[in-house]
């Protein structure tokens, strides 16, 4: 009985004892506290926002883009072929409006923006603009949200309005306002960072290392350079239907 009394203290001595040398801190990372706060930090913040925007929005899903799939496969001088019948259903179910809320193409677009609008956020949220490069920073994530939204709209007639990072626990519904009232939000969004001046398309291919001819890939990269008269013409063109 002594030998096991004697076993269990020493195993709590020794537990104790090494405790405080089981919080290592991690290594190769930046804390997120002490990140966001340096003009360096805003341009890597961004840098990243555009690379999100590559793989989520550009990005191919093995042998296709889900945005161009999404709006284009649907019309009738389209054809959704293959090598036969079934062959990439997943462009043939939307050629054929026979898609339902599994749908690949669908849920990689609808995935992707809001992976986007996500990155925006982070920027948003925990950059002020007190200088120059954090209110182009924060000007052009201010931008490229609206332009996920309105695509949103446009997809989606209402869906839910992210202006923020989420908590695990928030479950988004769609937007009360209503279509025209996210198609407004879109616009003046979209109008705020026109009094900053945005870097341009060669600029950026100079921050991400692209050369020509990988250009076509990226050539939506630079959208936020027109978002602006894009969301607010829309908008400008329904309120005159009205």
Not at 185 to 211: H, N
Request: net charge negative.
């Amino acid at each position: 009985m002594k030998k096991i009394i004697y076993s269990l203290l020493s195993a709590t001595l020794l537990f104790s004892a090494c405790e405080d040398r089981l919080n290592i801190e991690q290594k190769g990372v930046i804390p997120f506290e002490s990140f966001y706060q340096t003009d360096d930090d805003a341009q890597n913040a961004l840098n990243n926002l555009y690379q999100s925007f590559c793989l989520n929005i550009a990005g191919n899903e093995g042998i296709y883009i889900a945005l161009p799939v999404l709006f284009n496969e649907p019309g009738d001088d389209m054809l959704a072929a293959g090598n036969y019948y079934g062959d990439n259903d997943f462009g043939a179910q939307l050629n054929e409006f026979r898609y339902d809320s599994q749908n690949e193409v669908i849920k990689n677009a609808y995935w992707g923006l809001y992976g986007v609008i996500y990155d925006c956020n982070l920027i948003l949220d925990n950059i002020e603009p007190t200088t120059n490069i954090k209110k182009r920073v924060c000007a052009e994530a201010r931008a490229l949200r609206a332009w996920a939204h309105f695509t949103l709209a446009i997809g989606w007639n209402c869906p839910p309005l992210v202006d923020h990072v989420l908590s695990a626990d928030i479950k988004p519904t769609n937007y009360e306002g209503g279509h025209d009232k996210l198609i407004e939000w879109c616009a003046s969004e979209a109008e705020a960072p026109s009094q900053v001046r945005l870097v341009s398309l060669w600029e950026i291919m100079q921050v991400q290392k692209i050369t020509s001819s990988k250009l076509s890939n990226l050539e939506n990269t630079n959208l936020y350079l027109v978002i602006a008269g894009q969301i607010y013409s829309t908008h400008q063109a329904t309120s005159a239907k009205k």
